[in-house]
């Protein structure tokens, strides 16, 4: 016997999350099965709608959408569908995150650079380079991938509208390769370390470098639990706005967000399997019967009647390649590409590349389509990077395009539903 | 005001940096200029096989003989740069069986030791080996690290009063009557002071002219030596052939791996670290500084060897590079076939050849050989110089080899994770503890190598703000991400001994650098983890904007601050 639900979604991330929400939210019984942990932990937690066209940074990312090539998610959802579906989300992120519908922020980050993005969570609120307030930047010493005074030193040389001094704090209690989680963890807690409770510790280190600047950013660890509360006391404690800075993984605000979305799914009724890959697909009359997760050796069935397939882009498995050719792995849906592996990347670093484009195209029902243009399987549908066409880290649009195809395809499928 | 000295060496390869060692130990003063950092060349680009001679032992017994010398020599006083991992030889259903015999004999003709070992004995050593291997040849060979070994060769050098100068580009040689008399080079403005002086990776030094006067001028450049050749208005046949090479993410032999065969390409498999090399190729190229580098040669590399060790086939390559052999044809032999070149090398005194005193070429040969190279080199200088010295570096150990029990101690002492503290100890010889020893925390920086640093730092201190050759000292960067999580961590370590200008420019350079290799081992779960490198620099960072926005009209959400 197969477990039977309305909607499977296939990938656990953020765009599988949001469409089983929205799927949920639309009235069917949803389960999302999910293979390993998303792209998400990866991610800086920031949610980018679109930062830059053709390399030019936008203020306004609705108005920049309009300039998306053809074959870009947006250029199939349109405008008003991104918009519908940003203003939906927000109401899941509730406080958590803040940012205005029509103007991108620039957040400044661990590496001294300033990024675009549309929603930001609000414990970097207090740090956007728009605000002309003085700042200082803190690191800890045994956290090599920060070093506050060369990033100060960086966004002095990038021309930020306030004056930015970096300093450097050592915490003795704390072992020498700590992790950022493990470090948010000691936060949460409040534990004691080195005959002092860790806030209080930080509160002081931090206090031994400030020199009454307004406001002290500081990198994304202060727990993964109650950042708000953290950043209150040290805030408090300081007399000054205390912020978090942005990192490279592992991200803590990117967990934080997937335990926002897990209890989300949660209180929707949504039922999460984790850890069970996908690998067999039966179909039949252009339809998908039902496929099949492997766990511990045995072979689980899952049917429903509409599929997501929100597997991801290169990151996530979404999409793969061998030496010669790119392919998405799990129903064989139709990939185009440049023929020649020489042309998959440029010869430097910055790009322009077509490896980041790669994923398979879809109509406007959010189905992948095959080279003649005819839906793969009419109740298969893909959201999020498992899709094609959009340069996501150069447009800062990975979130963005997640949410509105993941809320996209959700509905759709939820309508679709032979009842 | 020029710079004297008796002699000048130009190029930081293996043999240059060998004979800058030789010339400074016998009391010669010896200048050495590099136009990138050392090892910029083929040296820093090459499989890392310290050969046992068995390679060569039929169809070149001379280059042979030189090979397993100097890889006795080597394995004494450069221990801590070479992991004895030996060799094998290994026969497939394809390949004449006879040969086996023939290599063996051959060999031993030569005197290089050898075991032959049925297919079932070779897998006992190299588990992974195909099950169809017939018999195979054990033999001598080892991995060597080119990197440590020309920085060790350096250190002794200034050690006895040498200078190396790296970033420095010989633009023209002077001629003054029928003898060389010295070089003009470019200099960027020297470590520390680097700006954004490009290194060679990115064209040509520019920076200051500096003259150097000096009693004999050696060209060391090696595949470039026609070029400086050239510059003396003398012709030097040089023929560059390049080879392909391709870095796996796990180090699926711990012996080197070769194909028992007469010749060919993509035949050999060398362990290093927590990699192991595949290679080569061998074709010939008119530019060593422009030339086609193909994915269809990283495929062949691939697809061949797999033959031998057939998980090849699934594993992850992580970044692939090409160098440039420098080969020397005599005059009047007009070889087509690049591999029928022969590796001997060929010490030219251009006053005998050209009529041009005070100037000697020391071309071909191999990286093996190059303690041979600078020796024969030497003997010639000094016998011009009338310099009467005999030459010991046969015998004295390299900087860093004495005294391995010591390490061992650094282990416990410095209270480091295992792997990292023995990777630490094997990069810095007998200067661990002097590094290692601060109060300082110490976080591993590069967690794939397991850097710390306290390395890197060690490293800065001594390359200036030139990530590239801290990579090169270090192994950080090097691993499976290639950088991706760790090339900003490394950066850091700039940071305040140079400032913020200097620092971003030598990270950029750094990224340059890994791309170069990494973009040709682009499928797989590397072009996964490239993605991922590429997110991160740019959704997360948006390392590659550089705008001057109006800031007023980017306040999505700001709250009035007071
Ligand atoms: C380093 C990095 C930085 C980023 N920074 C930003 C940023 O600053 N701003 C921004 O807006 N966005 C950013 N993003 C993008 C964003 O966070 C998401 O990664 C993106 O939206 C893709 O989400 P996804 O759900 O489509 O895929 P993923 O998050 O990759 O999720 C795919 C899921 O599917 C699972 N899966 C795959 N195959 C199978 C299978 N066969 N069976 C079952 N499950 C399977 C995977 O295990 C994974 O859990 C960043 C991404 C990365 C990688
Ligand atoms: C693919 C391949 C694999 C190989 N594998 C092995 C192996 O496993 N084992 C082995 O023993 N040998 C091997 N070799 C051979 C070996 O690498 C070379 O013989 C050796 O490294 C040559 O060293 P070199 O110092 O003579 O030349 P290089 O290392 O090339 O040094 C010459 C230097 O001169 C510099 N230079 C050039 N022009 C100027 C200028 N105008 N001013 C200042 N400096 C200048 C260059 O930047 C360069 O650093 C291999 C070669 C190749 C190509």
Redesign the pocket.
Same mark, same amino acid.
């Given at each position: 016997m197969a477990i039977e639900d309305d909607v499977l979604v296939? $990938?656990?991330?953020?765009?599988?999350m949001t469409a089983a929400l929205a799927a949920a939210a639309a009235g069917s019984s949803v389960r999302v099965?999910?293979?390993?942990?998303?792209? /998400?932990g990866?991610?800086?937690g /920031? /949610? +980018?709608v679109l930062g830059r066209i053709d390399g030019e940074l936008v203020s306004d990312p609705y108005r920049a959408i309009a300039r998306v090539d053809t074959d870009h998610p947006y250029a199939m959802l349109g405008t008003d569908r991104v918009r519908q579906a940003m203003d939906w989300f927000d109401g899941i992120l509730g406080d958590a995150y803040t940012g205005d519908s029509h103007t991108n922020a620039l957040v400044p980050t661990i590496a001294g650079t300033v !990024?675009p993005?549309a929603r930001y969570p609000r414990t970097m609120a207090a740090g956007l380079a728009s605000d002309d307030r003085s700042t200082l930047l803190v690191d800890i010493d045994r956290m090599p991938a920060v070093d506050a005074p060369l990033a100060a030193a960086r966004l002095e040389a990038a021309g930020v509208p306030f004056s930015v001094r970096g300093a450097s704090i050592t915490m003795p209690g704390l072992a020498t390769d700590i992790t950022r989680s493990h470090f948010a963890r000691l936060v949460d807690r409040n534990e004691t370390i080195a005959d002092e409770p860790i806030r209080d510790q930080l509160a002081a280190a931090i206090a031994s470098v400030h020199d009454g600047e307004a406001r002290i950013g500081f990198p994304a660890v202060l727990g993964l639990e109650q950042p708000a509360v953290v950043i209150d006391y040290l805030s408090a404690a300081l007399d000054a706005d205390v912020f978090e800075l942005?990192t +490279?993984?592992p991200s803590v605000p $990117?967990e934080r967000l997937t335990r926002l979305l897990e209890a989300a799914l949660d209180d929707a009724g949504v039922r999460m399997t984790a850890g069970?890959?996908? #690998?067999d697909v039966n179909a039949a009359d252009g339809r998908v019967r039902d496929v099949r =997760?492997t766990h511990a050796n045995t072979s689980v069935p899952y049917r429903a009647d509409q599929y997501i397939l929100? !597997?991801? $882009?290169l990151?996530? =498995? =979404?999409v793969v390649a061998d030496r010669s050719t790119v392919h998405e792995? /799990?129903f064989g849906c139709h990939v185009s590409q440049p023929a020649d592996r020489a042309d998959w990347y440029a010869d430097t670093p910055a790009g322009p590349h077509a490896f980041p484009r790669f994923g398979v195209h879809t109509d406007h029902e959010m189905r992948p389509l095959e080279a003649d243009g005819m839906p793969t399987f009419v109740n298969l549908r893909a959201?999020?990077? #498992?899709i094609g066409g959009a340069d996501?880290?150069a447009q800062?649009?990975?979130?963005?395009?997640?949410i509105a195809t993941g809320w996209h395809a959700g509905r759709r499928a939820a309508e679709a539903i032979d009842r | 005001m020029p710079v004297h000295t008796d002699v000048l060496v130009i190029g930081g390869g293996s043999t240059g940096c060998g004979l800058a060692r030789d010339l400074a130990r016998r009391g010669v003063d010896v200048v050495l200029l590099e136009r990138g950092h050392l090892t910029q060349g083929t040296t820093g680009r090459m499989h890392g096989l310290l050969h046992s001679g068995a390679r060569y032992a039929d169809t070149d017994p001379e280059s042979a003989r030189a090979c397993i010398a100097e890889n006795r020599i080597l394995k004494r006083i450069a221990a801590h740069c070479i992991e004895p991992t030996g060799g094998l030889f290994v026969s497939l259903p394809d390949d004449d069986p006879s040969y086996v015999e023939e290599k063996r004999d051959a060999c031993a003709a030569c005197g290089i030791p050898t075991t032959v070992l049925t297919g079932a004995e070779a897998r006992e050593r190299a588990p992974y080996l195909t099950p169809a291997a017939e018999a195979a040849i054990a033999v001598p060979d080892a991995a060597i690290d080119p990197f440590r070994l020309c920085v060790a060769n350096a250190l002794d050098a200034i050690d006895h009063g040498a200078r190396i100068e790296p970033h420095t580009e010989v633009v023209s040689i002077r001629r003054e009557g029928g003898a060389v008399t010295g070089v003009a080079a470019r200099q960027a403005r020297g470590p520390g002071d680097r700006g954004r002086a490009p290194t060679y990776s990115q064209g040509p030094v520019r920076g200051d002219l500096v003259q150097y006067r000096a009693d004999i001028v050696v060209n060391a450049t090696g595949a470039w030596a026609g070029q400086l050749a050239a510059m003396a208005g003398l012709e030097l046949n040089v023929r560059p052939s390049k080879g392909a090479m391709t870095v796996m993410n796990v180090r699926q032999v711990d012996t080197v791996v070769n194909r028992c065969r007469p010749k060919g390409d993509a035949d050999i498999i060398v362990p290093h670290e927590t990699t192991a090399i595949l290679g080569t190729t061998d074709e010939e190229v008119m530019d060593p500084d422009a030339f086609d580098e193909q994915p269809a040669a990283v495929d062949r590399l691939i697809d061949e060897l797999a033959a031998l060790v057939p998980i090849l086939a699934q594993a992850r390559s992580i970044r692939s590079f090409w160098g440039v052999r420098p080969l020397y044809e005599p005059p009047a032999r007009r070889t087509t076939d690049p591999t029928d070149i022969s590796r001997a090398a060929h010490l030219i005194d251009h006053g005998h050849r050209d009529g041009l005193d005070g100037f000697l070429s020391i071309v071909g040969g191999k990286f093996t050989t190059y303690r041979q190279m600078a020796e024969e080199t030497a003997d010639l200088v000094c016998e011009q110089l009338s310099v009467d010295a005999t030459c010991d570096t046969a015998e004295a150990a390299l900087p860093g080899s004495e005294d391995p029990e010591r390490l061992d101690d650094g282990m416990d002492r410095f209270g480091l994770r295992s792997p990292v503290a023995r990777r630490s100890q094997q990069r810095l010889g007998d200067r661990t503890q002097a590094v290692l020893d601060g109060k300082a925390v110490n976080p591993a920086v590069c967690t794939c190598e397991g850097v710390t640093r306290a390395e890197v730092r060690d490293a800065i201190a001594s390359c200036g703000a030139d990530l590239n050759a801290v990579r090169i000292r270090t192994r950080a960067t090097m691993g499976t991400c290639q950088g991706a999580f760790c090339a900003f961590a490394v950066g850091n370590d700039l940071h305040p001994a140079h400032d913020e200008t200097t620092a971003t420019a030598a990270l950029d350079e750094l990224l340059d650098e890994r791309w170069k290799g990494e973009r040709h081992a682009l499928w797989g779960q590397h072009l996964a983890q490239a993605?991922?490198g590429y997110?991160?620099r740019g959704?997360?960072y948006d390392w590659y904007g550089d705008d001057e926005p109006d800031w007023t009209a980017f306040a999505g959400g700001a709250t009035d601050g007071d």
């Open positions: 296939i $990938g656990g991330g953020l765009a599988g099965v999910s293979k390993a942990e998303s792209s /998400l990866h991610a800086s /920031l /949610l +980018d !990024t993005t942005p +490279d993984p $990117g069970v890959p996908i #690998v =997760g929100a !597997t991801g $882009g990151v996530g =498995g =979404g792995p /799990l959201a999020g990077a #498992v996501f880290p800062h649009a990975g979130s963005g395009i997640s | 993605m991922l997110a991160i959704a997360t």
